[in-house]
């Protein structure tokens, strides 16, 4: 079971990404999942979550308006969309599903995890 997250990559403060994470090994259309951020030296941290129907979604407060989780279940595939990008959003993302069909704020719900994309914001 593995998740690749991608679409990371270097921009400039105010710009855009779209992350993708996909799954290959099993499905993960009825799970929960995250999107994490570690930037260095610091502890990792939530993102913003969604159900495994997409129905609810869950958002740092930092992230709140710029971000948006999204998934395309036929497709196996989780989006997060960051707009208005800031230089305090650059950290290395990672995907993450849980077992159940919840969403989880904290990383210990989530029991798969991808490799993680860069991103990088200039200022």
């Known amino acids: 079971v593995q998740l690749q997250a991608s679409g990371g990559g270097l921009v400039q403060a105010g710009g855009s990404l779209r992350l993708s994470?996909?799954?290959s090994?099993?499905?993960f259309s009825g799970n929960g999942m995250g999107w994490f951020r570690q930037?260095?030296?610091k502890e990792r941290e939530f993102v913003a979550a969604i159900t495994g129907s997409g129905s609810r979604t869950g958002y740092a407060d930092s992230v709140k308006g710029r971000f948006t989780i999204?998934?395309?279940n036929a497709k196996n595939t989780v989006y997060l969309q960051m707009n208005s990008l800031k230089p305090?959003?650059?950290a290395v993302y990672y995907c993450a599903?849980?077992?159940s069909p919840l969403y989880y704020i904290a990383a210990q719900g989530y029991a798969y995890w991808g490799q993680g994309t860069l991103v990088t914001v200039s200022s």
């Open 88 to 90: 305090e959003d650059m």
């Open 70 to 72: 999204s998934r395309d």
């Open 97 to 99: 599903a849980a077992k």
């Open 21 to 23: 994470c996909g799954a």
């Open 25 to 27: 090994g099993r499905t």
């Open 39 to 41: 930037a260095p030296g």
